[in-house]
Nanobody, 121 residues
Framework: QVQLAESGGGLAQPGGSLRLSCAASGSIFSINAMGWYRQAPGKQRELVAFIRSGGMPNYADSVKGRFTISRDSAPNTVDLQMNSLKPEDTAVYYC???????????????WGQGTLVTVSS
């Protein structure tokens, strides 16, 4: 009913930058919060950043000052600009959204399939 498609990611050197984008599509009435999580090998998935519609962004302490999340450069999209990347930022990054489905008004939490970010020299 609602799908998330991620783009961006790849390989960056320490100190470099990457940009992730995520677009929601399908039977969308509205989207509240959109955000990014990540999961490094052998670790649990953790919140990176999220932003509610019309709200202020929230960041994990580990990325504050380096990552910037932004909404709706196009409708129902969220971007994550990642600067000053560190090897410990290496992970699969997942887009997440809370969406209300058109017609049924059912609320869903939706996940993207993930995109790999590797930070290495």
């Amino acid at each position: 009913q609602v799908q998330l498609a991620e783009s961006g990611g790849g390989l960056a050197q320490p100190g470099g930058s990457l940009r992730l984008s995520c677009a929601a599509s399908g039977s969308i009435f509205s989207i509240n919060a959109m955000g990014w999580y990540r999961q490094a090998p052998g670790k649990q998935r953790e919140l990176v950043a999220f932003i509610r519609s019309g709200g202020m962004p929230n960041y994990a302490d580990s990325v504050k000052g380096r990552f910037t999340i932004s909404r709706d450069s196009a409708p129902n999209t969220v971007d994550l600009q990642m600067n000053s990347l560190k090897p410990e930022d290496t992970a699969v990054y997942y887009c997440n959204a809370g969406a209300t489905v058109r017609d049924t008004y059912k609320y869903l939490e939706v996940w993207g399939q993930g995109t790999l970010v590797t930070v290495s020299s």
